[in-house]
């Protein structure tokens, strides 16, 4: 799919050219240098104007074991009402000036009240992530704790390790967004796990 990047310092616009933004404005280092290298590195005339950025969320999939992992942690939303009770990947909303790595680290410390190293990302679809809904979209990430133990600080009042099989991880309500991550999850972890 044609994609087009502007630069500026170390901040990034990128776009498909179907009409569906991602990642304006955001920090994403040398993500897009190769659009530069390719000549593309001028906005599409026919977008420029056009301003429908989404919300970068970012999440995590929290291994248990960083050589050969069973599990990954889920966690039960308490609020909106909306979502109250559902499962989902641990992570927030992306700060103004924040990379999508910092923000990360910054959440689950939040969120759980542990250290996490990130390991590779889980690529959703979209340079943006997974679609969450119209306005937003997540970036996941392995990750393996470092520090502390995970306890449900903020915004969840369950956790849970989940093994990764896909009856077990697929049995639990998921936020509907984070439903097809679930099995890009499972297929992350099991590529974790496979001697190279």
């Known amino acids: ?17 179907r009409g569906v933004p991602f990642r304006l404005g955001q920090k994403c280092g040398p993500r897009h240098s190769h659009l530069r290298a390719a000549g593309r590195d001028q906005p599409d005339r026919r977008l420029v104007g056009v301003h429908m950025s989404l919300k970068q969320i970012v999440g995590a999939a929290i291994l248990d074991h960083r050589a050969a992992p069973a599990g990954f942690l889920a966690a039960r939303r308490t609020a909106p009402e909306s979502l109250a009770g559902l499962w989902e990947f641990p992570g927030g909303k992306v700060e103004p000036g924040e990379s999508c790595e910092d923000a990360l680290r910054r959440e689950i ?8 190293e990130l390991g590779a990302e889980v690529a959703g679809p979209h340079e943006q992530g997974w679609p969450l809904n119209e306005t937003a979209a997540m970036r996941v990430w392995c990750a393996y704790i470092t520090d502390g133990r995970p306890e449900p600080l903020e915004d969840h009042d369950e956790l849970r390790w989940v093994r990764l099989d896909e009856s077990e991880a697929t049995s639990l309500p998921w936020i509907p967004a984070d ?3 679930v099995a890009a999850v499972l297929r992350a972890a099991k590529a974790v796990s496979r001697p190279a």
């Open 1 to 17: 799919m044609p994609m087009t990047a502007e630069r500026t310092g170390s901040y990034c616009t990128a776009t498909h050219l």
């Open 109 to 116: 410390r939040e969120e759980l009240g542990v250290e996490i």
């Open 179 to 181: 439903f097809p991550i």
